[in-house]
């Protein structure tokens, strides 16, 4: 088997970018491993508008945002592999793959690019009483169904959960002729995009239940009825505040998860609050010459931002082979905190040779905040006290830090990202 | 066409019994009404191969589990089932119940199990650290084990079938009756069988099957228990099989690591009227939550990747019913198997196969099949292998189910094999793929792909478990025209 300097795993918006950022840094010997059939990965199947502001200043769909990349990938000479299972990565940065054609093999890799994305919270990790028929889905599979395989799961829905996907899919499961009777929240607020929420679900008169849960599903052979209940604070569901939807599908878009299990194999140390890896200033992992980008990292809001990460992690793997494959320590690492609603930050440390004269850290708040204040702290001064009118869980927030300043503070060891009142 | 055996039911019993039946020259049927094997209470349980000191001394239902566990070691091997001895540790966190647990230990060895042990407080931690702060001694019964109640199912099954015994899905036997010839007539919703012998394994259901031939009528109370099953890479949380002390409603909720990894933890114990109503409830999780946690610490419960529930056939006597009935001659009775039904599948298999092959004057046949070869597993082996394996069919490059790690050739494995799967859970069942975390998200498309390309079953007919459980409903807009 032909050997590769970089090795990205998966094919999806965030590998794209980073393979074409590495070619354009001046590394010729990529390789990237895609599981599915095509490259673009979960943007095949995200058949509706709104990608692409931030990049294109146009509104493309999932697909047409992919070919974006996927042609300048093709243009490039960026080699690829379909149907394409990582099996492995190891610690030394071999890559163990398998398909039909080339079997298993593996791949000494001088680096590493995890660009893995992530998949959809069950219904066994939800712990949802009742009946285990057919006709529930989490959303991201129904999307498939519907809009790649071209199969309708059902007539009448119930959506739990107020995902992006969930509320995507309420309006273009109303579009393909189903009704959908409400979306039911769990928490007082909607981990979607409000964007989201008003053209999927308001324009179309869905009801949004918040603070709801699904107490109960009916139906031995196939989804008969669904029951939801409100919610106290406690989350616990209340007694007599039930409703019965008589449906044939739920759907459930109840959070994501970073897929990780071959970062964490491969000894990658984890953030617990992102499920991703902790990764530097040049998204490299604990482990040098491996990079994460995209929802391997952290849940992203808008596929802009993983392509923008994604460049990044793509040209710092380039300058990590150019300088040698070498670990970089250094006294001079500064660490990221995010406290006081601020719930994680990406990355988690500064190393402030490596840092670029800007960097933009991305972080997501735990509560919806209104009036309120993102604030940036050197240690123990005030820095940055940026006025917000709204922060919500569902959307992504960022800083950008200036190198310059950095270097006014020659000795910091902290910075902390926190939400104010004031 | 007269069958001179009928088995009702293709559960664990009735799989159990056909493939010891296969054994003889004569004919059998196995009429199941779901679409597969193992589709009622030997699909939703606890896995475990019990040592069998719970079980009544003297009763059939101490004999049987004994047997069964004895049997398992060398069933597991003829059948190519995964199977170990990881040992169950019985957790005392009284001091005033010390007692029992010797009450326990005397039982089992009155059951005949061996090996048996008490175990003080500091040996029970060194042996499982993972156990209560507040254990103060535990028995050791290091012959009990765990399994995999699917494949167990399905390979006695598809060994029996391997042997000439026909099944008949989604068959269910209506009402019975002798006919003027002698011979059992059953009525089912595909017409009817005639046999003159009937086996009745029926689960649940073996009280209505029984009283359709019976003026002496049995009552099965569906026993729901709830089940938590937890990911992988907490199944290492305990290494044994970990039981409170048990109370007159059963065992109690155990917390075990599964034969494939994973950590199970349940059941509860609710009696219910509704023999289809293995729902769960949320009061059910949150009882079992609440109890396992006496017994282990720090129970990971937050991984949890599925919750499931199961139904015991529990006979008021909890007792197994395995005789002739009275007043129904050539009408055999396989009623009440409750836990340790698992477990004792194999000895009941053994002891209907021996009674009838007495009552029925049968010949063993000279080229009985004893083994069956298994879907032929991928994970764990070597580059080279998987390379082998792949050279010779293609398939077996290609993953489908990303948790488990299931490759296409395996899936096609269970589809073209004897009594092969035809739905998404017969898929599961047999390979795993589907199992994992993220719980057939990734691979149910996938895998629906094979099943129409393998099978020829259009997308809407394919099942998540026969019956009316398709997947999908309808195309979105129609065939497109001059396709």
């Known amino acids: 088997m032909k050997t590769y300097d970089i090795v990205i795993v998966g094919g999806g918006p965030a590998g794209l970018a980073a393979a074409v950022a590495a070619k354009e840094a001046g590394n010729d010997s990529i390789l990237i491993l895609e599981r599915d059939h095509e490259l673009g990965g979960i943007l095949n199947q995200c058949i509706h508008n709104g990608f692409g502001l931030h990049t294109f200043k146009e509104e493309l769909t999932g697909p047409e945002y992919a070919y974006r990349f996927i042609k300048q990938v093709l243009d490039l000479g960026i080699e690829y592999k379909l149907n394409t299972m990582v099996m492995d990565i190891a610690p030394d940065k071999t890559v163990t793959a398998m398909n039909r054609e080339d079997g298993m093999f593996q791949i000494p890799a001088k680096a590493v690019i995890l660009a893995m994305g992530c998949r959809e919270r069950p219904r066994g990790a939800l712990n949802i009483p009742g009946y285990r028929p057919a006709g529930i889905f989490s959303a991201g599979t129904a999307q498939r169904l519907v809009n790649i395989e071209g199969y309708m799961p059902g007539r009448e829905v119930v959506i739990l959960g107020s995902g992006d996907i969930g509320l995507i899919m309420a309006r273009r499961m109303t579009l393909e002729g189903a009704k959908v009777k409400v979306v039911a929240e769990l928490l007082p607020y909607s981990g979607g995009l409000k964007r989201n929420i008003v053209q999927c679900l308001d324009d179309y008169g869905i009801p949004l239940k918040l603070s709801h849960t699904v107490v109960d599903i009916e139906g031995k052979d196939h989804v008969t009825a669904v029951t939801i209940a409100e919610v106290g604070p406690d989350r616990k569901p209340i007694p007599g505040t039930e409703e019965r939807y008589t449906c044939d599908t739920l759907l459930l878009s109840c959070g994501l998860i970073p897929e990780n299990e071959l970062s964490r194999s491969a000894g990658v140390s984890m953030n617990p609050v992102t499920s991703g890896p902790v990764v530097n200033e040049s998204l490299e992992t604990s482990i040098p010459g491996v990079f994460a980008c995209g929802n391997v990292l952290h849940v992203h809001d808008l596929v802009d931002y993983v392509s923008e990460e994604a460049k990044r992690a793509g040209q710092n793997a380039v300058k990590y082979i150019a300088d040698g494959c070498k670990e970089v320590t250094g006294d001079n690492v500064i660490e990221l905190c995010a406290t006081d609603g601020a719930r994680y930050t990406v990355p988690s440390t500064i190393n402030k040779e490596r840092m670029d004269d800007l960097l933009t850290v991305r972080f997501r708040v735990g509560d919806v905040y209104k009036n309120s204040f993102v604030s940036v702290y050197f240690d123990d001064e005030r820095v940055m006290h940026n006025e917000k009118r709204i922060l919500a869980p569902g959307e992504m927030e960022q800083i950008i830090l200036q190198k310059k300043k950095l270097d006014e503070y020659p000795n910091l060891k902290k910075i902390t990202v926190k939400i104010e009142k004031e | ?483």
């Open chain 2, 1 to 483: 066409m007269l069958y001179d055996v009928i088995v009702i039911g293709a559960g664990v019993t009735g799989s159990a019994v056909a493939r010891e039946l296969s054994r003889y020259e004569t004919n059998v049927c196995v009429l199941e009404k779901c679409e597969d094997v193992c589709e009622g209470t030997s699909k939703a349980n606890s896995a475990i191969v019990h040592a069998g000191f719970d079980a009544a001394e003297g009763s059939l239902m101490a004999k049987l589990n004994v047997r069964g566990n004895e049997m398992m070691g060398d069933l597991a091997k003829d059948l190519d089932i995964p199977f170990k001895r990881n040992g169950a540790m019985v957790v005392c966190i009284h001091k005033e119940a010390l007692d029992g647990l010797k009450d326990l230990y005397n039982r089992g060895i009155a059951n005949g199990v061996k090996e048996l042990k008490i175990l003080n407080r500091e040996e029970a931690l060194e042996m499982e650290p993972n156990l209560s702060e507040n254990v103060e001694g535990a028995l050791w019964a290091p012959t009990s084990g765990i399994i995999c109640p699917f494949e167990l199912n399905i390979a006695m099954a598809e060994n029996a079938n391997m042997n000439g015994v026909d099944f008949r899905f989604n068959t269910e036997v209506e009402d019975i009756k002798k006919g003027e010839d002698g011979n059992w007539h059953l009525r089912t919703n595909n017409g009817e069988y005639v046999a003159r012998y009937v086996v009745n394994a029926a689960g649940v259901y073996a009280d209505v099957i029984h009283n359709m031939v019976s003026a002496d009528k049995i009552h099965i109370t569906p026993r729901r228990g709830d089940y938590c099953l937890l990911d992988k890479t907490v199944g290492g949380h305990v290494k044994h099989t970990i039981f409170p002390q048990p109370t007159n409603l059963g065992k109690g909720v155990l917390v075990s690591p599964t034969i494939h990894g994973n950590l199970i933890v349940g059941p509860t114990a609710v009696d219910i009227e509704n023999k289809e109503g293995n729902n769960t409830t949320a009061a059910g999780i949150d009882d079992l939550i609440a109890k396992a946690g006496d017994h282990v610490r720090n129970l990971p419960i937050r991984n949890v990747i599925t919750s499931f529930a199961g139904l015991r056939a529990h006979e008021s006597h909890h007792e197994f019913i395995i005789k002739e009935v009275d007043d129904a001659p050539h009408f055999i009775d396989c009623a009440g198997i409750e836990s340790p039904g698992l477990t004792s599948s194999p000895a009941i298999g053994e002891m209907v196969g021996n009674m009838m092959k007495d009552m029925m004057g049968l010949k063993e046949k000279a080229n009985w099949i004893s083994t069956r070869k298994g879907v032929k597993k991928t994970e764990g082996l070597s580059v080279e292998e998987r390379n082998a394996l792949i050279k010779e069919n293609p398939a077996y490059g290609t993953i489908i189910c990303r948790c488990e790690s299931i490759t296409e050739g395996e899936i096609l494995d269970a589809i073209h094999r004897p009594l092969g799967a035809r739905s998404l859970d017969g898929v599961k069942r047999r390979t795993r793929a589907g199992m994992g975390r993220c719980q057939a998200g990734f691979c149910s498309p996938r895998t629906m792909e094979i099943l129409h390309r393998e099978l020829g079953i259009p997308y809407e007919k394919i099942t998540k478990s026969g019956g009316k459980s398709n997947i999908v409903l309808e195309r979105t807009k129609g065939e497109v025209s001059g396709s």
